[in-house]
């Protein structure tokens, strides 16, 4: 079964509108963490957004906030007042366990590719 | 700018070949993480590398092997190039929870 599902291949969004990118996960583990990372065209990993598994309250991050519904299992990234610069491929990630020590090792989605339309 | 260089930046090679890609971490991140990124597979972690031990394990092909050397550089090694190779590697490296990635190379087999 895949542990993280980005069911939205492709979003289309008007300049300076708010947008959510829908991610999924699966895991047993009580503690994990989920994040977000932009991929531009030109290729680059750029963490976004990072939400624990018992944090009490939804990550934001300057225009990006993460709707965390832990009973749901899903973990949305809202992009506010959208700029053409958001243009690019957004991943949504899952570390299990607490990490601790030096096991940081990410589960990625497949992705969406936000296109922003002036 | 992540503070992870890889080098090189672009390969290109033929079937049947041996490269290596290279990977300087953040000054002081013991760990070091590889992935494929390829338009079938998606996002793919191969391997971990942490102070110079692996540490653990993913989708890595018998073909693939990596190490980590004492100054933390680690080093991705493919051999017998196949067409199906050709992808974006990044390594990544990590001190306290956070996977941050280098601009990655990429990899094409002719």
């Known amino acids: 079964a895949q542990k993280i599902t980005q069911t939205q291949p492709g979003m289309f969004v008007q300049e300076k509108e708010a947008v959510t990118l829908d991610c999924t996960y699966d895991?047993?583990?009580?503690?994990?963490?989920l994040f977000w990372y932009k991929q531009p065209s030109s290729g680059e990993m750029i963490f976004l957004i990072y939400?624990?598994?018992?944090?009490?309250q939804n990550a934001t991050e300057g225009r990006y906030s993460l709707n965390f519904q832990k009973a749901r299992k899903s973990a949305n990234l809202v992009i506010s007042a959208s700029q053409l610069g958001d243009s690019a491929m957004y991943f949504c990630?899952?570390?299990?366990?607490?990490?601790?020590?030096?096991?940081?090792?990410?589960?990625f989605g497949k992705g969406t590719l936000l296109t922003v339309n002036p | 700018d992540s503070g992870v260089t890889q080098t090189p930046k672009h390969l290109i090679t033929a079937t049947g070949q041996r490269v290596t890609l290279r990977c300087s971490p953040r000054?002081?991140?013991?760990?070091v993480y590889w992935y494929q990124q390829s338009l079938d597979q998606g996002l793919q972690f191969l391997i971990q590398?942490?102070?110079?031990?692996?540490?653990a394990k993913g989708n890595i092909l018998e073909r693939f092997s990596a190490q980590q050397f004492p100054d933390l550089h680690s080093e991705l090694n493919l051999s017998s190039l196949e067409l199906g190779d050709s992808a974006l590697y990044f390594c990544?490296?990590?001190?306290?929870?956070?996977?941050?990635f280098g601009n990655g190379t990429r990899l094409t087999v002719t």
């Open positions: 990544a490296s990590s001190a306290g929870g956070l996977l941050h």
């Open positions: 895991t047993s583990d009580p503690s994990y963490g």
């Open positions: 939400q624990g598994s018992y944090d009490q």
């Open positions: 990630a899952m570390r299990e366990g607490g990490g601790g020590g030096s096991n940081y090792k990410l589960t």
């Open positions: 000054s002081g991140d013991l760990s």
């Open positions: 590398y942490y102070n110079g031990e692996e540490r």
